[in-house]
């Protein structure tokens, strides 16, 4: 089966780093999301990762280990404005290619 | 074309009756995926569509529920004999499929259809 674990609150203070932990259990993985979703709005397209390492865009980065199940997203030189849910998301290719998504991190930006 | 579109945005409808919901995806998209997704949790996977084939249906997903992509382009869900427990949003989503060597199909959501059940 699939399973996906990420914390479920998270808070830090404007200007500074978070670190979002994702770990996974997939029999076909094929590729690691994360997307991002304000209050009562649909989620958007963040990263992607399918080989282990650091994917790098802006202030987002994300980092993928298949070895260990495991990715993070880093935010730097945090706003306001990224206090959201960020969702990790797997796709499995077992059957076919679906999405499965966790529950979600939901961050609190303090200022 | 400037997104993934769904109709309608809010449902209410009294226990048993069926309720259907349609999305509109962005045009050149083949894949159209169907999720459902209740408050403080993910998406929860219900189907997905490579043009008008429905390659994948969630084992979660009850016989009360079917969907549709007749011409490979717009797609219906519906819900019938609707429960208490169907209340939620209903979010589609639609991509290209990943590229030769496995790169990103990221998702375009739709604005979702928020589903009560009284």
């Known amino acids: 089966g699939q399973n996906i674990d990420q914390p479920t609150e998270m808070t830090a203070t404007e200007g500074a780093i978070v670190q979002i932990n994702c770990t996974y259990q997939t029999s076909g993985f094929n590729g690691l999301f994360w997307y991002q979703q304000h209050a009562g709005e649909a989620p958007t397209f963040l990263s992607y990762?399918?080989?282990?390492g650091l994917e790098e865009k802006g202030r987002f980065s994300s980092f993928l280990s298949r070895s260990k199940g495991y990715s993070y997203l880093l935010l730097k030189e945090l706003q306001m404005k990224d206090s959201a849910s960020y969702l990790c998301?797997?796709?499995?290719?077992?059957?076919?290619?679906?999405?499965?998504f966790g529950a979600g991190t939901r961050l609190f930006v303090k200022a | 074309d400037t997104g993934v579109s769904q109709d309608p945005r809010h449902k209410i409808t009294k226990r048993g009756q069926n309720v259907t919901f349609r999305c509109d995806p962005i045009s050149e998209h083949n894949r159209l995926y169907w999720y459902r997704q209740t408050l403080g949790q993910g998406p929860e996977f219900l189907t997905y569509?490579?043009?008008?084939?429905?390659?994948?249906k969630s084992r979660l997903l009850s016989d009360r529920f079917s969907a549709e992509r007749p011409k490979g382009s717009f797609s219906t869900l519906e819900i019938q004999r609707t429960e208490q427990g169907d209340s939620a949003m209903y979010l589609c989503?639609?991509?290209?499929?990943?590229?030769?060597?496995?790169?990103?199909?990221?998702?375009?959501f739709g604005p979702g259809t928020r589903l009560t059940v009284l």
């Open positions: 569509f490579q043009n008008e084939a429905q390659l994948e």
């Open positions: 998301a797997v796709r499995d290719n077992t059957g076919g290619f679906k999405t499965i």
């Open positions: 989503a639609s991509s290209l499929p990943p590229g030769g060597a496995g790169g990103p199909d990221e998702q375009f």
């Open positions: 990762n399918v080989l282990d």
